[in-house]
């Protein structure tokens, strides 16, 4: 994949007043592939005709509705040529039916965050004779090492579980379980009367990150409109971000409190009910109910109905609208026609074969590649390259958290902003070079440059700004995305399964591999792979910008 083909945008005034509707093949949820929040910006430098957001009567109160067409362009990466629809795209959404959808999902990547930043300060507050207010404080260096590491185990755990279930639950009750388990990990773990008890709610904690991580992304992904999907996916990134943020902060105003671990880890409990309850008011996820339509997975015309009345919700249209119920006889048709001479349910076997394995090594690949370029350890010499540069706030390893942490949020809300607008390649390609860069630059600094701490601290910030716009958001969404529809909750559960037991490896490899080759030769390592990840994307990962997930799977995958 050496270059991206760029899309031949055809826009035109769509007005149902005064313009006979052009019927064509449309397929649920899809649309076109430009954000309309960046429409202004792309028509300064690529000349559209014109774009105009009409004001539609509903029948509540008039709300900003988008009618966008383009002509969509796929480049796959290794230089074949580009698949163009014959078909204009439009698709009709309120951005006040969006933003609920987003959120209460989103809030399952801000309680994950908020239980890195959080750990930090629980740890210290955990092992002060004075502040923990508890006699078992002494804890040795393995017990201290399963409080920190009890939720990622958890998570490896409901990983697993997620493969087995996450079908047949669906999307929603999924979420609504992994918030469950969060508001009880958090209870458990904040009331611990001794350490068994406060790793078995790490543990439960964990297993709702595992769900979560699972769900959120599919669900957001399933019900946004195409042309703004990447910006969602996306933004479920910053709010591990802000969470891991919230965490530092609460951390900071109560690592003086006796018994503030307690605070620390039961703060995340009411967080945990909003979301909760938020995802009981919304509706489950359209496809996943056409998916359970033509599995045979209960009453096909029942389903088809929650699926169009689903639909109608998630786009703020009047229920059961005309609209919503052709994007889904369409999407029936389709779906019939792709699963027809198969199996109603894909079973464990199917994700490595065929068309699921291409998509197995492009979303697993990702997440592997997104923990093995030594994010943990490159983080874990953060307050060290600041102290030696005269840094002030390096003396305080909570001050720098939040500083860096900071830093990671501007450069994820950039990553948003720009993802539907340049596309996942470009972001991929140009984010994993300032990491190997930056990599090299580190171990350069370790080895001659020494004398030059400067060079250390502008290669940490280069790391930590280039992984926000590459690895962080987009590996999660191009795994939202790769997956066919009927392996996609299985596809994903090994994608997220992948990504954490590749973290548990990369943190407790990282000490001994320390030891063993210094640290010049370890950032020298991790750079090596990150050229490697580099080949990875130009030759193996598509662009998916403006497809829908049907597209995606119709024309990428086969």
Not at 71 to 95: H, I, P
Not at 109 to 131: E, K, N
Not at 166 to 188: E, H, N, P, S, T
Not at 315 to 323: A, L, Q, S, T, W
Request: charged share 15%; net charge positive.
């Amino acid at each position: 994949m050496a270059s991206t083909t760029l899309s031949n945008f055809n826009l035109s005034l769509f007005n149902p007043l005064h313009h006979p509707r052009i019927k064509r093949p449309k397929a649920l949820l899809s649309s076109s592939r430009i954000n309309p929040r960046l429409v202004s910006s792309v028509n300064d430098h690529l000349a559209l005709t014109r774009v105009t957001y009409p004001l539609l009567q509903s029948h509540s109160a008039p709300k900003r509705r988008f009618h966008v067409g383009v002509q969509k362009e796929y480049s796959d990466g290794e230089g074949s040529e580009s698949l163009v629809s014959d078909a204009t795209y439009q698709e009709e959404f309120s951005w006040s039916s969006v933003i609920l959808p987003f959120v209460f999902p989103a809030l399952g990547g801000l309680l994950f965050g908020y239980d890195i930043g959080a750990t930090s300060g629980a740890t210290i507050s955990l092992q002060s004779p004075v502040l923990s207010g508890i006699t078992w404080f002494n804890l040795s260096a393995i017990q201290l090492g399963l409080v920190v590491s009890g939720s990622l185990y958890g998570a490896l755990l409901g990983s697993l579980i997620a493969y087995a279930i996450a079908d047949f639950l669906g999307r929603k009750r999924q979420l609504i379980a992994a918030a469950l388990l969060y508001v009880f990990g958090g209870v458990i773990t904040a009331y611990a009367p001794e350490l068994g008890v406060l790793l078995a709610g790490r543990l439960l904690y964990g297993l709702g990150i595992g769900l979560a991580m699972h769900g959120a992304p599919l669900y957001i992904a399933e019900t946004s409109p195409s042309q703004i999907r990447g910006t969602l996916v996306s933004l479920k990134e910053l709010f591990i971000v802000l969470g891991i943020l919230l965490g530092f902060f609460v951390g900071s105003f109560l690592i003086d409190t006796v018994g503030g671990w307690r605070f620390m880890y039961g703060f995340s409990a009411p967080v945990a009910v909003l979301m909760g309850l938020g995802m009981w008011t919304l509706p489950p996820s359209p496809r996943w109910l056409l998916l359970r339509a033509v599995q045979g997975k209960g009453s096909f015309q029942d389903l088809k109905e929650k699926a169009i009345v689903s639909l109608s919700k998630l786009r703020g249209r009047p229920p059961g609208d005309k609209e919503s119920e052709r994007q889904i006889e369409e999407t029936l048709l389709s779906l019939k026609s792709a699963y027809a001479d198969q199996e109603s349910e894909g079973n464990f076997l199917e994700v490595f074969q065929g068309p699921n394995l291409k998509a197995f090594i492009i979303g697993g690949g990702l997440v592997l590649f997104q923990q093995i370029t030594g994010q943990p350890s490159v983080l874990y010499y953060a307050g060290p390259i600041l102290q030696s540069a005269g840094f002030s706030a390096a003396s305080d390893a909570t001050k720098v958290s939040v500083v860096i942490g900071l830093f990671k949020l501007l450069m994820t809300w950039i990553a948003v902003l720009k993802v539907d607008d340049l596309g996942r390649r470009p972001l991929l390609i140009g984010g994993v070079s300032g990491i190997a860069l930056s990599l090299i630059l580190l171990s350069s600094y370790y080895k001659f440059l020494g004398e030059f701490p400067l060079v250390a601290v502008a290669a940490l910030l280069l790391y930590v700004g280039c992984y926000q716009i590459s690895f962080g958001p987009i590996s999660w969404l191009m795994v939202s995305e790769v997956f066919p529809l009927r392996i996609r909750g299985k596809g994903i559960s090994l994608a997220v399964l992948t990504n954490f037991a590749s973290n548990a490896v990369v943190t407790f490899a990282f000490s001994p591999l320390k030891e063993l080759l210094g640290a010049e030769n370890l950032f020298l390592l991790f750079g090596a792979i990150a050229i490697l990840s580099l080949l990875f994307i130009i030759f193996s990962v598509p662009e998916t910008k403006g497809l829908s997930l049907e597209d995606i799977e119709s024309k990428i995958l086969k």
